[in-house]
């Protein structure tokens, strides 16, 4: 069974920083993409950042110089570091996993709550 689990949101204050982690486990296929979504209450779900198995990163334009993405391919494990935080990256930040054959995987969510 698969499974996608997120962590490392919580409360921070304007200027601080967080960093997201999402472990991926239960497949036996390869992991050809992941990606950090997020969701702000009465908002459309949006791209924050993704990566490729060949390290190719996309980010939206809201977040570049801020966020940083990476993974740890050994250990199904990506990363999202967020530095320069403000209220509006006040979400929930979705973590999804692409697989070879069988397709998209989302995790749970993990709440990012950014005070002024």
């Known amino acids: 069974q698969v499974q996608v689990v997120e962590s490392g949101g919580g409360l921070v204050q304007a200027g601080g920083s967080l960093r997201l982690s999402c472990a991926t486990s239960?497949?036996?296929?390869?992991?050809?993409?992941m990606g950090w979504y997020r969701q702000a209450p009465g908002k459309q779900r949006e791209l924050v950042a993704s990566?490729?198995?060949?390290?190719?990163?996309v980010y939206a334009d809201s977040v570049k110089g801020r966020f940083t993405i990476s993974r740890d391919n050994t250990k199904n494990t990506m990363y999202l570091q967020m530095n320069s935080l403000k209220p509006e990256d006040t979400a929930v930040y979705y973590c999804?996993?692409?697989?070879?054959?069988?397709?998209?995987?989302w995790g749970q969510g993990t709440q990012v709550t950014v005070s002024s």
């Open positions: 999804l996993t692409t697989f070879s054959f069988v397709g998209d995987y």
């Open positions: 239960g497949s036996i296929f390869r992991i050809n993409a």
């Open positions: 990566i490729t198995n060949a390290d190719n990163t």
